[in-house]
């Protein structure tokens, strides 16, 4: 059973940085999985933000290209989420989880882990 762990998330400024990291225990994360990151904006559905394909494939949400960049380190089974130029409509809980299929939506991906809160002040 493969458990997430996210972390990074905090309080920002428009324009600023932060780097989230999911941890995955129980299983390897770096080749079996699509790997992918998402946000649940408040009040709002979770939404896809980005995932890393079993090739190593990067996608992006259109809101979050160029400002966002997903990467993994394999030695230490980590996924991270670079996001620069933070706008406020980057606020929200942002989860990662697993898939053993393709594809952006949420509901293909499981393994959620407790997400981690990240809020943009304008």
């Known amino acids: 059973q493969v458990q997430m762990v996210e972390s990074g998330g905090g309080l920002v400024q428009t324009g600023g940085s932060l780097r989230l990291s999911c941890t995955a225990s129980g299983d390897t994360i770096t080749k079996a999985y699509n790997i992918g990151w998402f946000r649940q904006p408040p009040g709002k559905r979770r939404e896809f933000v980005a995932r890393m394909s079993r090739q190593s494939i990067a996608y992006y949400a259109d809101s979050v290209l160029d400002r966002f960049t997903i990467s993994r380190d394999n030695t230490k089974n980590i996924l991270y989420l670079q996001m620069n130029k933070l706008k406020p409509e980057d606020t929200g809980v942002y989860y990662c989880?697993?898939?053993?299929?393709?594809?952006?939506?949420?509901?293909?991906?499981?393994?959620w882990g407790q997400g981690t809160q990240v809020t943009v002040s304008s």
């Open positions: 989880g697993l898939s053993s299929g393709s594809g952006n939506s949420p509901s293909g991906f499981g393994s």
